[in-house]
């Protein structure tokens, strides 16, 4: 064996070498691991994507939920409808009493047969015509109570004129010491505009109440605030209690 075939032999060739090297990754592990985490910072915020997940997820719950409420935006507008078309229904009817029912017994009792069912929206107008037709067919315990009812309204002026004419079904029905501390009462909490109305009523309850005292301070009143051929009248009663007094 030459020397040439000694130094093959001792040096093995460069592609033996070269496979018999150990095998290394190809990418660096850290470098894997640090390009996950610039890909997971670059990655758009995915906040639609999980709202797009829920509703899909809850499709059926929310449908149902949606249900529900129009169901009863459904209901609610047939319940006014209903409402609307009973009332109109009602004002019907109590124009039919107001034009047929023309004898004043007859009409009272028509009335009250309205008001058992009657809506709220026409229980004053029916209340009013009530009392009045009683007062004129001299039912005055019916008139006192309609009067009484009207006379928890919330409208200033109607709860004024229910009570003069609460006072005045009193009086009418021989209870002259009721309806004087009615309008006494009345006096006290009604606007001035009423003045002269209550203190005309308040005489006539007390005089016939026996209350001349009351009676006097009344006329008296009316006497100094009243004008028209009505004043007369009043300065004659005043100097009369004066006398009797």
């Not at 670059?42 to 169901?71: E, H, M, W, Y």
């Not at 009863?72 to 109109?88: D, E, I, K, L, T």
Request: hydrophobic letters at 45%; one cysteine or more; aromatic letters at 4%.
């Amino acid at each position: 064996m030459n020397a040439s075939q000694r130094a093959c032999k001792e040096f093995p060739r460069m592609e033996d070498k070269k496979d018999q090297a150990p095998a290394q990754d190809a990418v660096n592990p850290g470098v894997i691991e640090q390009l996950e985490q610039e890909m997971h910072k670059a990655a758009p915020d995915n906040t639609a994507q999980r709202l797009l997940d829920f509703l899909v997820n809850n499709l059926k719950s929310i449908a149902a939920g949606c249900g529900v409420i129009i169901l009863a935006v459904a209901v609610y507008a047939g319940v006014n409808h209903w409402r609307g078309r009973q009332a109109a229904k009602a004002a019907d009817v109590l124009g039919v009493i107001l034009i047929q029912k023309t004898e004043p017994k007859a009409r009272v009792d028509a009335l009250e047969a309205f008001l058992k069912d009657a809506p709220g929206s026409l229980r004053p107008t029916a209340l009013l015509e009530l009392a009045a037709s009683a007062m004129v067919s001299k039912q005055y315990d019916k008139a006192s109570t309609a009067w009484a009812e009207l006379e928890g309204s919330s409208d200033a002026n109607l709860k004024v004129v229910a009570g003069i004419g609460h006072a005045k079904s009193l009086l009418m029905s021989g209870k002259a010491p009721e309806a004087l501390t009615l309008l006494q009462a009345l006096k006290t909490k009604s606007p001035a505009a009423y003045d002269l109305p209550i203190t005309r009523q308040l005489a006539v309850a007390a005089e016939e109440a026996g209350n001349k005292k009351a009676a006097l301070d009344a006329y008296t009143e009316l006497a100094t605030k009243a004008d028209g051929a009505s004043k007369p009248y009043f300065e004659f009663k005043a100097n009369q209690l004066k006398a009797k007094s």
